[in-house]
């Protein structure tokens, strides 16, 4: 074996070790992107959010303060957080949705009426959260988004790092063989 073959070789050998020991811990990570990226496509399809209701429109618009007001009051009666993250407010629709801070109950209030329309689960919220490894903040009440920086990152460079490699594991053999026969 002359000195470029081994030299090709030994290169070979340097992006099979790095390959490996980038994919065996991000296995976990990859497995998990890849079935909330596929959650998430299909998300209208499998209902992981809840439709938005119809509404009869009949008189004038409540104030967004009586549709928080509400949102709380029947919070309250579920003995759930209260804290608000924000309302979506659909005045052509005459539907409110309102999402909470600590829980993932979302709420569709009528902006008429301010009756309670549907109270359902966000589950396609939850499943974006472990997507995006903003659940482990999320759990730990962290204000900052550092492990879901963290979390992306090492996800990201990952996935670089393994297409990179996973070329060269392509491409090596073919420098080989190209080299022995002339």
Excluded at 160 to 165: D, G, H, K, P, T
């Amino acid at each position: 074996m002359n000195h470029q073959t081994r030299s090709l070789a030994k290169q070979a050998r340097f992006y099979r070790r790095l390959h490996k020991f980038v994919a065996i811990p991000l296995c976990i990570v990859m497995l998990l992107l890849g079935v909330t990226g596929l959650l998430l496509t299909w998300k209208s399809e499998l209902k992981f959010s809840p439709p938005t209701e119809k509404v009869s429109k009949n008189n004038q618009l409540i104030s967004i303060s009586q549709i928080e007001l509400s949102a709380i009051q029947f919070m309250d009666s579920l003995h759930l957080d209260n804290t608000i993250n924000r309302i979506d407010y659909r005045p052509s629709k005459g539907i409110a949705k309102i999402r909470f801070e600590n829980h993932f109950t979302e709420l569709q209030i009528d902006c008429y009426s301010g009756k309670i329309v549907s109270s359902k689960q966000r589950t396609a919220d939850i499943i974006e959260m472990i997507h995006d490894g903003s659940i482990i903040d999320f759990v730990f009440k962290s204000e900052s988004e550092n492990v879901k920086l963290v979390y992306s990152s090492i996800a990201s460079l990952g996935l670089i790092l393994l297409s990179i490699s996973g070329f060269l594991l392509w491409l090596k053999p073919k420098q080989l063989k190209r080299i022995k026969r002339y």
